[in-house]
T-cell receptor, first 116, second 112 residues
Framework: DAMVIQNPRYQVTQFGKPVTLSCSQT?????MYWYQQKSSQAPKLLFH???????NEADTPDNFQSRRPNTSFCFLDIRSPGLGDAAMYLC???????????????FGPGTRLTVL | DAKTTQPPSMDCAEGRAANLPCNHS???????VYWYRQIHSQGPQYIIH???NNETNEMASLIITEDRKSSTLILPHATLRDTAVYYC?????????????FGAGTTVTVRA
């Protein structure tokens, strides 16, 4: 089945130690998104790639970076994780936005990050 | 960011219809209403979306009022596996893309 895959499902890192989360998709979608979801809160968009174009949300901390080496893969890099970065990180994909048209985002299962 | 208002929680009996309300009184004419749900510790799952007309798919029905200021998601025959947080989202258009801004959602508990 076509899907959005996130590895690992659980990641533990140390305070200040860089960490990379990965996402892959078999849907051949143009857009890949990263969301952060803290405990008991709603998902919050960090940034997205439309093809190779990176689009950062205004309130995303500089500590968070992303790479998309090809259509299928996208990575979330946290340069110096703090305790406040512990959260579920969700990857989503969609075909892409066309003015006025429908577009659906499909989410992966998420990676739960623990910072010690 | 969130432009929707939902009740924080609701209970539903198994086998009965679940009607989930959502207010989006500031919605613009070209903004879609999306519904997602999130079962504990999983990623959000797309349910349905619509613009003006009512919509139905294999999971649910979406009823949008004529003035588009509110909508109702209907799960026709709730099962225990429908227990989840349900998010009503207005797709906010931007200059060359859009954003799904998740609100607090409604925690739906289906009871046997």
């Amino acid at each position: 089945d076509a899907m959005v895959i996130q590895n690992p499902r659980y990641q533990v890192t140390q305070f200040g130690k860089p960490v990379t989360l990965s996402c892959s998709q078999t849907l051949n979608h143009n857009v890949m998104y990263w969301y952060q979801q803290k405990s008991s809160q709603a998902p919050k968009l960090l940034f997205h790639y439309y093809d190779k174009d990176f689009n950062n949300e205004a309130d995303t901390p500089d500590n968070f970076q992303s790479r998309r080496p090809n259509t299928s893969f996208c990575f979330l890099d946290i340069r110096s994780p703090g305790l406040g970065d512990a959260a579920m990180y969700l990857c989503a994909t969609s075909r892409g936005f066309v003015q006025g048209a429908r577009d659906t985002q499909y989410f992966g299962p998420g990676t739960r990050l623990t910072v010690l | 960011d969130a432009k929707t208002t939902q009740p924080p929680s609701m209970d539903c009996a198994e086998g009965r219809a679940a009607n989930l309300p959502c207010n989006h009184s500031t919605i613009s004419g070209n903004e879609y209403v999306y519904w997602y749900r999130q079962i504990h510790s999983q990623g959000p799952q797309y349910i349905i979306h619509g613009l003006k007309n009512n919509e139905t798919n294999e999971m649910a029905s979406l009823i949008i009022t004529e003035d588009r200021k509110s909508s109702t998601l209907i799960l026709p025959h709730a099962t225990l596996r429908d227990t989840a947080v349900y998010y009503c989202i207005v797709r906010v258009l931007r200059s060359n893309d859009y954003k799904l801004s998740f609100g607090a959602g409604t925690t739906v508990t289906v009871r046997a």
